[in-house]
């Protein structure tokens, strides 16, 4: 018997090898999309006809691309079609409601592996997907990855190949702003062996205040009856939303080496920025004796254009990037080892205007021969300037192994380790100063995580305790640190429990000491204009936002807790209802620096600039330390998912593309925020977000998607519950309260070469997508009124939104 089954199975490697080989050489130049085989049959499927032995053999694989652990929900090729995505990244966005989660951004597995970096699936297309499979969240410990990330495969088909070229406009139904992106690829797939390579690029133009109605900002509006000349409209001088324009590039290759298999990535990008911050003012006062006022007269002042163009800010960046990895077996281990060297570089500039002070002197000293109403003298333009340049290294390895089998199943064990090296230099030029300030730093980073999953008990055991259903625990401890911190340690524990087929429910905890980032410490510092309300003028303004790193921060301690259930009524996932409940408390921990209100402001009053008028002119946007947070939520959710079956008999085998089925997918989340609250500093009053600072209580989201292959419809909404801000010091007692609001996004794509008979290769639909997205649909804003003891105040919607409904078209092609 043994003799028998060891000849099979040298028959069976034989064969396989043997039609892999013919499938080589049957791939040589692809059309676009899928390559078809002739006479390719499955291994699992085949008959292997018996000669020594009437016994059956039964062969149980793994499919092509497939993770280790069963997927909790899968997208296969008729859905993916159905979100008429263009990217493998858009079409991950689009299923987010499905992956749940915190809402950050998954884990990416492709065919069941690790890889070095997300640049080595930019740019390929969704036609490259077999299936989408969202692994449960013991998924992060088997694979290595942080604890509560979730983890999605990415199954590609065996063989695939395209050219995609792609056209994007979007423009607000209310003008004054356009955007266009451009892109083109290459994407080949062979097996193991897949390529891509993919450049972008994008042109937004400046949305200007004169676009819309917006009030003239509060600091120029005295100085306009003192210009001199002809009446100049000074929202034609500021930009709303800037000019940014970009050129990437990306390209990947991945080959089998040896029982291997090796990956190279690489990227380079560049970016410009530009928002216009004012009017090129020089103002000059005119004293009482002096040979243009009267003795016994006040004060004159008079103002006036210095430059034909606006006060601007600038910024300008440059990068690249090059990862490699490497994974397969070694020693029993699945292991995945990852490189990465990447240098960027930046540039900013931010005029802060003209100095007059010469001018002024004259002034001062009544030199007859100057006339301040004719020609000044030389007003040079003040500006800060800042230089930064960033060089990273780092490397990942990751091993995985089944290191016992037990009666519930594989106890599972996984090993990372990570090193990161990061130098910065930084040259700093304040605006009428000649001296340059320069700065290095740099940071060494090491930490280790090892994680654990175990099986406990399992339905299909010989066991009494299979009663009790299938019960796995999952345990990660982390241990790291970096140049000038302290060592961090983070440690995770979670256990699942399906006490039936249709009910999931999980619980974790988890605790970690943190230490600031290298970006928190010495990220670039960027001066940006961004659109705000300041609730002390009561009006929108455009201050000057400084982000970048804050030296001074310290680490601190987070504690989570997660309870979740999941229950699926029906065999299939056809409807799925999910319940969880969240809470997190930071001590001491670090946090990007929040929306500017009166309690706020009061906390922070060294990192808010206004001038003596009380206007808002800068904050320093930089990260900061609290003293303690707390957050704590409820999230329920439905969804909803339907794909059409084919109307013919059992058992028949139906025909290459004769049957496209309708899917639809819904989803329904809400969440409850029951505390949302801070202390700045010891010694502060707490911060409650929800009855102060603007927060709603309640959130609503819905998507939905209907379509099949050529044709597809999508709709997603957000609702928000009422909020308001309390009044501070010298904001008159005033309420400043939201109303609930509720936006809509509209999406429809068309692929004409699937609209019957009409299409197909060789015309001119051939691999043509058109997509139509409108971004809220019924140009919708989140209302804000002012409510006093006396006065009661409303804020338009250019005030609020300037931009408004966009409408994006989107033209793909493929070859």
């Known amino acids: 018997m043994r003799t028998a089954y060891l000849s099979l199975s040298i028959v069976a490697v034989i064969a396989c090898v043997t039609a892999e080989q013919c499938h080589a050489r049957a791939w040589q130049s692809p059309e676009r999309g899928e390559v078809r085989r002739s006479a390719e049959p499955s291994a699992a499927n085949s008959e292997v006809p018996s000669t020594a032995s009437e016994e059956e053999i039964v062969v149980i694989g793994k499919r092509w691309g497939q993770a280790e652990i069963a997927s909790e929900t899968e997208v296969g090729e008729d859905e993916i079609a159905a979100y008429g995505a263009d990217t493998i990244q858009d079409l991950v966005q689009g299923i987010a409601p499905l992956i749940g989660g915190n809402g950050d951004t998954p884990a990416i597995l492709v065919n069941g592996r690790r890889i070095g970096s997300p640049e080595e699936i930019t740019g390929y297309p969704t036609e490259a997907l077999k299936r989408v499979a969202i692994l449960p969240p013991r998924a992060a410990a088997h694979y290595g990855f942080p604890a509560g990330q979730r983890v999605v495969n990415l199954e590609l088909k065996k063989h695939y190949a395209s050219w995609d070229a792609n056209s994007v406009v979007t423009v607000p139904t209310a003008g004054g702003r356009r955007s266009v992106q451009v892109s083109a690829g290459r994407t080949a797939i062979d097996a193991n062996t897949r390529w891509n390579v993919q450049i972008a690029t994008s042109d937004e133009t400046m949305l200007l205040k004169s676009a819309r109605h917006v009030p003239v900002s509060g600091n120029i509006l005295p100085l306009l009856p003192t210009l001199q000349g002809q009446p100049v409209d000074p929202n034609r001088f500021e930009s709303i939303l800037g000019e940014v324009r970009s050129l990437n590039f990306n390209a990947g290759v991945t080959h089998p080496v040896g029982a291997l298999s090796a990956s190279l990535s690489f990227n380079a990008g560049t970016n410009r920025g530009r928002q216009l911050t004012g009017l090129p003012l020089g103002t000059i006062t005119l004293p009482p004796g002096s040979p243009w006022v009267p003795a016994t007269g006040a004060p004159v002042i008079t103002s006036r254009l210095l430059d034909g163009r606006a006060l601007q800010s600038r910024q300008q960046s440059e990068s690249f990037g090059l990862s490699a990895s490497l994974s397969g077996q070694v020693l029993g281990w699945q292991t995945d080892v990852s490189a990465f060297y990447s240098h960027s570089r930046s540039d900013n500039i931010y005029d802060r205007g003209y100095d007059v002070m010469a001018v002024q002197d004259l002034v001062d000293l009544g030199d007859p021969t100057f006339d301040p109403f004719g020609s000044w003298p030389g007003t040079p333009l003040r500006a800060d300037r800042a230089r930064f340049r960033t060089d990273r290294f780092g490397a990942t390895f990751n091993a995985s192994k089944s290191v016992l089998t037990l009666p519930a199943g594989d106890l599972y064990t996984s090993i990372t380790v990570n090193a990161h090296r990061n130098r910065a230099r930084q040259t700093f030029v304040e605006g009428g100063s000649l001296a340059t300030r320069r700065e290095r730093s740099g940071s060494d980073e090491m930490n280790a995580r090892w994680s654990l999953s175990l099986p406990v ?129 930071s001590r001491g921990g670090i946090t990007s620096f929040p929306a500017l209100t009166p309690e706020i402001e009061a906390a922070f009053p060294g990192r808010v600039t206004r001038d003596a008028d009380s206007s808002l002119v800068a904050i320093d946007a930089r990260p900061i330390n609290i003293a303690y947070d707390r957050t704590e939520a409820i999230t329920s959710g439905l969804t909803l998912r339907y794909v059409e079956k084919p109307d013919r008999p059992e058992g028949e085998v139906a025909e290459p593309n004769a049957f496209t089925p309708w899917t639809a997918s819904l989803s329904l989340i809400h969440n409850w925020q029951l505390s949302s609250e801070t202390v700045i500093r010891e010694g502060l009053p707490v911060l409650d977000r929800l009855r102060s600072s603007g927060q709603p209580r309640h959130t609503i989201a819905l998507n939905l998607v209907l379509g099949r292959r050529g044709l597809g419809v999508s709709l997603n909404g957000n609702w928000s519950s009422a909020a308001q801000v309390a009044s501070g010091e010298g904001t008159n007692d005033v309420t400043f309260r939201y109303s609930p609001t509720v936006l809509f996004n509209l999406g429809l794509f068309a692929e004409p070469e699937h609209w019957g008979e009409g299409g197909g290769e060789g015309t001119w639909t051939s691999g043509l997508r058109i997509s139509l997205d409108v971004q809220n649909l019924l140009n919708g804003y989140r209302k804000m009124s002012a409510l006093g003891q006396d006065s009661f105040r409303t804020y338009g919607r250019d005030e609020v939104d300037p931009l408004g409904r966009t409408i994006r078209l989107s033209v793909r092609k493929q070859f």
């Open 457 to 585: 008990t399992n339905q299909a055991m010989d066991s009494p305790l299979a009663a009790l259903g299938d019960i796995a625990m999952d345990v990660s401890l982390e241990v790291g640190g970096a140049t000038r911190t302290r060592t961090r340690h983070k440690w995770n524990a979670g256990v699942r429990w399906l006490p039936f087929p249709a009910l999931d429910l999980r619980v974790a905890m988890s605790g970690e000491t943190t230490e600031p980032t290298f970006e928190q410490l010495y990220g670039p510092p960027i001066e940006i204009v961004t659109r705000m309300f300041d609730f002390l003028q009561q009006a929108y303004v455009q201050p000057v936002q400084v982000f970048g790193g804050n030296p001074g921060l310290d680490g601190g301690s987070i504690r989570n807790l997660a309870i979740d259930a999941m229950v699926r009524p029906f065999e299939s996932d056809l409807a799925t209802l999910n319940f969880g409940y969240a809470r997190q408390i």
